[in-house]
């Protein structure tokens, strides 16, 4: 910690103390923040690099890989070329995206869907033991995934859905739903009462006031977990290799598939790494706002 | 507690707050017009069938799965657990496990704290946290190739040796030329004794020593090598380090000529009764000269060091660094988690309470670790066991970094669960138990979680 605040506060020590700044603190503190911002520009490229890296690598040849850093692009430009992405492209890739895409969409929607009938029934309606359930679930918010691979793995044998894209689906949809539930009921619970009083009142029933009081209401919340939810399918590795056959992988199994030999493989790994992270990027890039809010609110888990 | 990354933040809108803050009261007495429980369970009915089959009885089932053996029939009670505190293997991987969890949140807390304060101070913390926190949506499968491809160990390739090699061949002129020696017979002037190159008569000031060498590999030879010259005669020890070999045949062994090229970058030591009395380093056409030496006779040598190959950085896809390695990736991903949230942490502290400080004579550094890092706390408290709960669950990077040969030393329980599970073992009794384990490490933070939750809530 020591060296976080020596760090933090490069013009400590050398400021006077005193309310009046005289010219002296006036240039230290200059100097201090040019010396802050290279180090943070230093720091920017440090995590932006290795990305770019990845690009220039899909889209070069294996050859000139093989032979040379990416880094060279910038004193000796090698041409560019899409070759890689071709190859990908004519290979199993096209169809893992697809894999992806119908897995994520629709643990989205279930996702949102069930979690804001939970979520509003914690909040508004009175029911026995509605707060020890609610601890329940907070307890749940971190139950590691490994807890239920076996068990589900028995289960989808015996009901014939192992290696589907539903039972996939329904994996994440039922380990989404902790987090999910948690944060829209906390959501719901700040909606002002007088406006579902005022519904009530006028005898509409629950499933109306749900649909058309609470719901457009918690857009806000539900905008944000919608991102959280889709970016954490998008990226699961973990219960697609328990859970997808090779027919029904998303991107990262297949990916993973062709680590084994990763320096010849090499062009479809960056590529395919590339690709498969543009999507979560634009998402992230469109709706940072709601991303940040939506991990602020979670960050238990 | 809203926050966002760019500009200003908004009033607060009603987002829940997370499990630190505490949620709003539920306003359970003014509702009298509520919907019967029959219509509640109508709501909750479809969530709780998939926590109840997905979630909790996965939970049961696991832990009498982890009492049997590996066919699911022959009970052999704590038996699976005993054998993952007795094999070897398992005892690496919790060995790694333990690491992670020591290293991996404090340095990620840190980090984050860092960036918080220091993006405070520029005009562009929007971009820096852009840029900091994108990993955050990228796959851990596509981080891993990415970090694959940074700690390639050939510095041609690697970024992360490339940069290594480069930081430390700018500091030690050394320059490596492997496999090369000096010309052997009797009329080279120079021998080879332990490794070192040495003269065998001992140097006078004011005669140029000649250094003969032979065995250069032409893809060591330096591009700025040139054309060797003879060092001047003069005041002071000097001399000559050249490879002695004309291509194509010709020219005069054990004399400079023309068309041979010096070694630049040789370090050269001039010995005085065993001990070192100057050192110095070749120029591009190979000579070398020590200035302001004694009068009197050395022995000119050039170390070892010169003969050995050049520095190529660390093998950090190897077995001893693999974890330290993983574990760099993995605060890359996670640095710009801990930046946003202690950032605003550090939005909320109230600015009369650092300015009356101030106006106290408090020194920054004072203010920070007196004032800021304790309001801040609960805030660090969130980031620090998000991160111990992160890495106890540490899977994918390990995985996809890691390659094949290596993973028995990278190995995490997450990856052996699955690995026993699933992978050539296929011994789910064993994997339960590895399942009720990680459960287990975890459970301390769940009883957390809930507390703090009742806490917020009464």
Same mark, same amino acid.
């Given at each position: 910690m020591?060296t976080?605040?020596?760090?933090a506060?490069?013009?400590?020590?050398?400021?006077?103390?005193t309310?009046?700044?005289?010219?002296?603190?006036?240039i230290?503190d200059?100097?201090?923040?040019?010396?802050v911002?290279v180090?943070?520009?230093?720091?920017g490229?440090f995590?932006l690099?290795p990305?770019l890296?990845?690009?220039?690598?899909?889209?070069?040849?294996t050859?000139?890989?093989n032979a040379?850093?990416?880094?060279?692009?910038?004193t000796k430009?090698?041409?560019?070329?899409?070759q890689?992405?071709?190859?990908?492209?004519?290979?199993?890739?096209?169809?893992?995206?697809?894999?992806?895409?119908?897995?994520?969409?629709?643990t989205?929607?279930?996702?949102?869907?069930?979690?804001?009938?939970?979520?509003?029934?914690?909040a508004?309606?009175?029911?026995?033991?509605?707060?020890?359930?609610?601890?329940?679930?907070v307890?749940?918010?971190?139950?590691?995934?490994?807890?239920a691979?076996?068990?589900i793995?028995?289960i989808?044998?015996?009901?014939?859905?192992?290696?589907?894209i539903l039972g996939?689906?329904?994996?994440h949809?039922a380990?989404?739903l902790?987090?999910?539930?948690?944060?829209?009921?906390?959501?719901?619970?700040?909606?002002?009462?007088?406006l579902?009083e005022?519904?009530?009142?006028?005898?509409?029933?629950e499933?109306?006031i749900?649909?058309?009081?609470?719901f457009?209401?918690?857009?806000?919340a539900i905008?944000?977990?919608?991102?959280?939810?889709?970016?954490?399918v998008?990226?699961?590795m973990?219960i697609?290799?328990?859970?997808?056959?090779?027919?029904?992988?998303?991107?990262?199994?297949?990916l993973?598939?062709q680590?084994?030999?990763f320096?010849?493989?090499m062009?479809?790994?960056?590529?395919?790494?590339?690709?498969?992270?543009?999507?979560p990027?634009?998402?992230f890039?469109a709706f940072?706002?709601y991303?940040v809010?939506?991990?602020?609110?979670g960050?238990?888990? | 507690?809203?926050?966002r990354?760019?500009?200003?933040?908004?009033?607060?809108?009603?987002?829940?707050?997370g499990?630190?803050t505490g949620?709003?009261?539920?306003?359970?007495?003014?509702?009298?017009?509520?919907?019967?429980?029959?219509?509640?369970?109508?709501?909750?009915?479809p969530a709780a069938?998939?926590?109840?089959?997905?979630?909790?009885?996965?939970?049961?089932?696991s832990?009498?799965?982890?009492l049997f053996?590996?066919?699911g029939s022959?009970?052999?009670?704590?038996g699976?657990?005993?054998?993952?505190?007795s094999?070897?293997?398992?005892?690496?991987?919790?060995?790694?496990n333990?690491i992670?969890?020591?290293v991996?949140?404090?340095?990620v807390?840190?980090?984050g704290l860092?960036?918080?304060?220091?993006?405070?101070?520029?005009?562009w913390a929007?971009?820096f946290?852009?840029?900091?926190?994108?990993?955050?949506?990228?796959?851990?499968?596509?981080?891993?190739v990415?970090f694959?491809?940074?700690y390639?160990e050939?510095?041609?390739?690697?970024l992360?040796?490339?940069?290594?090699t480069?930081?430390?061949?700018?500091?030690?002129?050394?320059?490596?030329?492997?496999?090369?020696?000096?010309?052997?017979?009797?009329?080279?002037?120079v021998?080879?004794?332990?490794g070192?190159?040495?003269?065998?008569?001992?140097?006078?000031?004011?005669t140029?020593?000649?250094?003969?060498?032979? !065995? +250069?590999?032409? %893809?060591?030879?330096?591009s700025?090598a040139?054309? &060797?010259? /003879?060092?001047? =005669?003069? *005041? @002071?020890l000097?001399?000559?380090?050249?490879?002695?070999?004309?291509q194509?045949?010709?020219?005069?062994?054990?004399?400079v000529?023309a068309?041979?090229?010096?070694?630049? !970058? +040789?370090?050269? %030591?001039a010995?005085r009764d065993?001990?070192v009395? &100057?050192t /110095?380093?070749? =120029?591009? *056409? @190979?000579?070398?000269?020590?200035?302001?030496?004694?009068?009197?006779?050395?022995?000119?040598?050039?170390?070892q060091?010169?003969?050995?190959?050049?520095?190529?950085?660390?093998?950090?896809?190897?077995?001893?660094?693999?974890?330290?390695?993983i574990?760099?990736?993995?605060v890359?991903?996670?640095? @710009?988690?801990?930046?946003?949230?202690?950032?605003?942490?550090?939005?909320?502290?109230p600015?009369?309470?650092?300015?009356?400080?101030?106006?106290d004579?408090?020194?920054?550094w004072?203010?920070f670790?007196?004032?800021?890092?304790?309001?801040?706390?609960?805030v660090?408290?969130?980031?620090f066991?998000?991160?111990i709960?992160?890495t106890?669950k540490?899977?994918?990077l390990?995985?996809?970094?890691?390659?094949?040969?290596?993973?028995?030393?990278a190995?995490?329980?997450?990856?052996?669960?699955?690995?026993?599970?699933?992978?050539?073992?296929?011994?789910?009794?064993?994997g339960?138990a590895l399942?009720?384990?990680?459960?287990?490490?975890?459970?301390p933070?769940?009883i957390?979680?809930?507390?703090r939750?009742?806490?917020?809530?009464?």
């Amino acid at each position: 910690m020591t060296t976080t605040a020596t760090a933090a506060a490069p013009s400590s020590g050398l400021e006077t103390g005193t309310p009046r700044r005289g010219v002296l603190s006036k240039i230290v503190d200059r100097l201090g923040s040019g010396v802050v911002q290279v180090v943070m520009v230093l720091l920017g490229l440090f995590w932006l690099v290795p990305t770019l890296g990845l690009l220039v690598v899909s889209m070069r040849t294996t050859e000139v890989n093989n032979a040379e850093g990416w880094w060279t692009i910038f004193t000796k430009p090698a041409e560019l070329t899409l070759q890689s992405y071709q190859g990908l492209l004519a290979g199993g890739f096209t169809a893992s995206f697809w894999n992806t895409v119908l897995i994520t969409v629709p643990t989205t929607v279930l996702v949102i869907g069930i979690a804001a009938m939970a979520a509003y029934a914690f909040a508004w309606m009175d029911f026995p033991g509605r707060d020890g359930a609610f601890l329940v679930v907070v307890g749940l918010l971190i139950v590691p995934i490994q807890i239920a691979l076996i068990p589900i793995a028995v289960i989808y044998g015996n009901v014939g859905i192992f290696g589907s894209i539903l039972g996939v689906v329904l994996f994440h949809t039922a380990f989404g739903l902790p987090f999910a539930i948690f944060l829209l009921r906390n959501f719901f619970v700040g909606i002002p009462a007088s406006l579902l009083e005022a519904a009530r009142m006028d005898g509409a029933p629950e499933w109306k006031i749900f649909v058309s009081v609470v719901f457009p209401l918690g857009k806000p919340a539900i905008a944000s977990l919608g991102i959280f939810q889709f970016l954490w399918v998008w990226n699961d590795m973990l219960i697609a290799l328990v859970f997808a056959d090779s027919g029904n992988q998303p991107m990262t199994k297949y990916l993973q598939s062709q680590m084994r030999q990763f320096g010849s493989n090499m062009d479809i790994l960056s590529s395919g790494a590339f690709l498969s992270l543009i999507i979560p990027l634009v998402l992230f890039f469109a709706f940072q706002r709601y991303f940040v809010q939506g991990m602020m609110a979670g960050s238990v888990k | 507690m809203t926050e966002r990354l760019d500009g200003p933040q908004d009033p607060p809108a009603q987002v829940a707050g997370g499990p630190s803050t505490g949620p709003a009261e539920t306003p359970r007495k003014q509702r009298r017009l509520g919907p019967s429980p029959t219509v509640a369970i109508v709501f909750l009915l479809p969530a709780a069938l998939l926590l109840g089959i997905w979630v909790v009885y996965p939970i049961v089932y696991s832990i009498f799965r982890s009492l049997f053996d590996s066919t699911g029939s022959g009970f052999v009670g704590l038996g699976n657990y005993a054998m993952i505190f007795s094999d070897q293997g398992m005892l690496t991987t919790i060995r790694n496990n333990l690491i992670w969890v020591v290293v991996a949140p404090i340095v990620v807390t840190t980090i984050g704290l860092i960036f918080a304060v220091l993006t405070e101070r520029i005009r562009w913390a929007t971009a820096f946290k852009l840029i900091v926190f994108m990993p955050m949506a990228v796959s851990l499968m596509a981080a891993g190739v990415v970090f694959r491809l940074v700690y390639e160990e050939n510095p041609d390739k690697g970024l992360a040796n490339a940069i290594l090699t480069t930081v430390h061949d700018t500091f030690s002129s050394s320059q490596g030329y492997p496999e090369a020696r000096p010309r052997e017979g009797d009329q080279s002037p120079v021998a080879l004794q332990g490794g070192a190159v040495v003269t065998k008569q001992p140097a006078q000031v004011g005669t140029p020593v000649l250094f003969p060498i032979v !065995g +250069v590999k032409p %893809e060591v030879m330096p591009s700025n090598a040139q054309p &060797a010259k /003879a060092a001047p =005669a003069g *005041d @002071g020890l000097s001399g000559t380090v050249w490879f002695d070999f004309t291509q194509g045949g010709g020219g005069t062994n054990n004399a400079v000529d023309a068309s041979e090229r010096g070694l630049p !970058g +040789v370090t050269v %030591e001039a010995v005085r009764d065993g001990q070192v009395a &100057a050192t /110095a380093t070749t =120029a591009d *056409d @190979g000579t070398f000269r020590f200035d302001g030496l004694p009068q009197g006779s050395y022995v000119v040598r050039l170390p070892q060091s010169n003969f050995e190959a050049a520095y190529g950085g660390l093998t950090w896809l190897g077995p001893a660094l693999i974890t330290p390695a993983i574990i760099g990736a993995f605060v890359w991903v996670w640095a @710009g988690f801990a930046m946003v949230l202690i950032a605003a942490g550090l939005a909320a502290i109230p600015r009369d309470a650092l300015e009356a400080a101030r106006i106290d004579g408090a020194t920054e550094w004072q203010v920070f670790r007196k004032i800021t890092v304790p309001l801040l706390s609960p805030v660090l408290l969130v980031v620090f066991v998000t991160m111990i709960i992160n890495t106890l669950k540490v899977f994918d990077l390990v995985f996809i970094i890691a390659p094949p040969s290596v993973q028995p030393q990278a190995n995490v329980i997450a990856l052996e669960m699955w690995r026993v599970s699933f992978q050539g073992g296929n011994n789910q009794g064993l994997g339960s138990a590895l399942a009720i384990f990680l459960l287990i490490l975890v459970l301390p933070f769940m009883i957390m979680n809930i507390r703090r939750f009742r806490r917020g809530d009464s």
